[in-house]
């Protein structure tokens, strides 16, 4: 007979924290798409000003990550290269359980990246993407440099990581054909961005349908390693690609992955 009090109370108590767990979810509402790309946006021009504020960085907030979940708090996915100069919390002024980083070099957007950006928008419940590039990129500069016939040696894993450029650098210098190295590499960043948001959509029918539905916003924006200050690429060549993308045949269709994974 104790047992079953003993059990019955156990029951209870789990009961009771799975529905403060749901209640504390559902009691913070994240603001819109469009609030939070001008939150970014107001982030970066206090960086610029050297007038961060630094939120969300104290021990207090340490804390709070240690006892709740990321997703009741992170309001932005955000895509960027590994280089060092790119340093997201710090350009956008943001803090801990603020940003969910997905970070490779040259910013691509492989199988890789493609899931860890899925997790970020529909499991960690980001409302915004961004797919940031950034000024002298040695990935696509290497790639251009390969395109035109002049490159060198590398290591056998690099190859395989950055050819997802390649067909950037060649769009940029079709659209360019006066511009040749180092000065059509600026063109081969921003198409880069617009690349990566295009493999993302042909491999994601989840991120498509986010983005359709209005749920989640995607965006591209350039980060100048020398000033600190993001460009924030046109909105309209987000749905310009989407459009594109869901005509294209070969696009992914299965949202979900298949029983066994």
Same mark, same amino acid.
């Given at each position: 007979?104790?047992?079953?009090?003993?059990?019955?109370?156990?029951?209870?108590?789990?009961?009771?924290?799975?529905?403060?767990?749901?209640?504390?979810?559902?009691?913070?509402?994240? @603001? !819109?798409?469009?609030?939070?790309?001008?939150? $970014?946006? &107001?982030?970066?021009?206090? *960086?610029?000003?050297?007038?961060?504020?630094? @939120?969300?960085?104290?021990?207090?907030?340490?804390?709070?990550?240690?006892?709740?979940?990321?997703?009741?708090?992170?309001?932005?996915?955000?895509?960027?290269?590994?280089?060092?100069?790119?340093?997201?919390?710090?350009?956008?002024? !943001?803090?801990?359980?603020?940003? *969910?980083?997905?970070?490779?070099?040259?910013?691509?957007?492989?199988?890789?990246? !493609?899931?860890? #950006?899925?997790?970020?928008?529909?499991?960690?419940?980001?409302?915004?993407?961004?797919?940031?590039?950034?000024?002298?990129?040695?990935?696509?500069?290497?790639?251009?440099?390969?395109?035109?016939?002049?490159?060198?040696? $590398?290591?056998?894993? #690099?190859?395989?990581?950055?050819?997802?450029?390649?067909?950037?650098?060649?769009?940029?210098?079709?659209?360019?054909?006066?511009?040749?190295?180092?000065?059509? #590499?600026?063109?081969?960043? &921003?198409?880069?961005?617009?690349?990566?948001?295009?493999?993302? *959509?042909?491999?994601?029918?989840?991120?498509?349908?986010?983005?359709?539905?209005?749920?989640?916003k995607v965006v591209g924006a350039l980060y100048d390693v020398a000033t600190g200050k993001i460009e924030w690429l046109p909105e309209t060549k987000v749905s310009e690609i989407l459009k594109e993308v869901e005509q294209n045949p070969a696009r992914a269709m299965e949202a979900m992955a298949t029983a066994g994974h």
């Open positions: 007979m104790n047992k079953i009090i003993k059990t019955l109370a156990l029951g209870c108590c789990l009961l009771a924290v799975t529905a403060v767990q749901s209640q504390a979810r559902s009691a913070i509402q994240k @603001p !819109a798409p469009a609030e939070i790309v001008k939150m $970014l946006q &107001e982030g970066n021009s206090r *960086f610029v000003a050297n007038k961060s504020i630094h @939120p969300n960085s104290d021990t207090q907030r340490l804390i709070q990550a240690g006892k709740e979940d990321q997703g009741n708090y992170a309001y932005a996915t955000v895509i960027t290269c590994s280089d060092s100069r790119v340093p997201v919390e710090r350009i956008f002024d !943001a803090g801990v359980m603020d940003i *969910f980083v997905v970070r490779v070099a040259g910013n691509v957007i492989d199988v890789d990246e !493609a899931g860890s #950006i899925e997790y970020g928008l529909l499991h960690v419940n980001t409302p915004v993407l961004v797919v940031l590039g950034h000024t002298q990129c040695g990935a696509v500069t290497a790639v251009t440099n390969e395109v035109e016939g002049h490159g060198h040696a $590398l290591e056998r894993n #690099i190859p395989p990581l950055v050819d997802n450029i390649a067909p950037a650098v060649k769009k940029a210098m079709a659209a360019h054909p006066d511009k040749h190295g180092k000065d059509v #590499i600026p063109y081969a960043i &921003e198409e880069n961005v617009w690349q990566g948001i295009n493999e993302l *959509f042909m491999r994601s029918p989840a991120v498509r349908e986010v983005v359709k539905s209005g749920k989640v």
